[in-house]
């Protein structure tokens, strides 16, 4: 395979950034982009990165691409500080034919996503777009769920290993919580999807939180892990209901006198 350079980005993850770290020794160089932490996460990362930067907050997918650009190497991994790579997956990579890489932009993989110590069976498989040839990606801007898109579609393939996240968390409670930054986020949310010609009324507003909650406690099989999924799937209606609340604001916000069944 061709040498692999890792992006780890994060602020305040002293609890989780170790085994971040650890998971990717195999990695040819480990680059950590540090926007302000005020832990132990600076000393964490010193331990572990061939280059550790501190450097403001740009956003999801600026800093990611920020990170990438320090990079020494073409193929790079991109982590977040509460993410660890599998047993599975490291192995899968490490064993990667070179003609794989030759014929492909971007790598898909899994995530495995933890909510208070417990894998949320409902997100599964959650894919992923981490392994990427930064030079023949494309960042689009995204206010959520940041992506790397390959500038051609059919330049991709899947890996069977996984990723895990918050898997090694101090959160508890506040890892399903998470309110304030999904608060911070919301009106972001609701202008973006207003520019991408996005709208919601009266039945949008009534029912989407409803299918919501049907689809990850029902089809995503959320019933399966009792009180738990039943949780999971109350949050995903909540932060539907809350998106679409925010859009809603932003169409009367542009056109205050035009109504909006």
Not at 107 to 124: D, E, I, S, T
Not at 155 to 165: C, E, N, T, Y
Not at 196 to 214: D, H, K
Request: charged share 25%; proline share 4%; with cysteine.
């Amino acid at each position: 395979m061709p040498p692999i350079s890792v992006v780890i980005c994060c602020s305040n993850v002293a609890d989780t950034l170790e085994a971040a770290c650890r998971s990717v020794q195999w990695a040819d160089e480990l680059v950590v982009v540090d926007s302000g932490s005020t832990d132990a996460t600076g000393r964490i990362a010193r331990q572990y990165a061939d280059q550790y930067k501190i450097e403001p907050w740009r956003g999801y997918d600026r800093q990611k691409q920020f990170a990438t650009e320090l990079c020494r190497n073409d193929w790079v991994l991109v982590l977040d500080g509460d993410e660890s790579v599998s047993a599975e997956l490291a192995n899968e990579i490490q064993a990667l034919d070179e003609s794989l890489f030759e014929r492909c932009d971007v790598l898909y993989m899994r995530r495995r996503n933890y909510v208070m110590g417990r894998p949320v069976r409902a997100w599964w498989p959650d894919w992923q777009s981490r392994l990427i040839h930064r030079k023949r990606v494309q960042w689009p801007s995204e206010v959520l769920h940041e992506a790397r898109l390959p500038a051609d579609r059919s330049r991709v393939s899947r890996l069977k290993g996984h990723l895990d996240h918050k898997k090694i968390s101090s959160g508890g409670f506040e890892d399903y919580f998470s309110g304030h930054r999904h608060d911070e986020r919301l009106i972001k949310m609701g202008r973006q999807m207003y520019l991408q010609g996005r709208r919601v009324g009266w039945f949008g507003l009534a029912f989407r939180p409803m299918l919501a909650f049907v689809k990850f406690y029902f089809f995503k099989l959320g019933m399966l892990d009792g009180c738990f999924g039943l949780l999971i799937a109350q949050k995903a209606a909540v932060s539907t209901q809350l998106k679409y609340a925010a859009l809603w604001a932003i169409q009367k916000e542009s056109d205050p006198n035009k109504p909006i069944e």
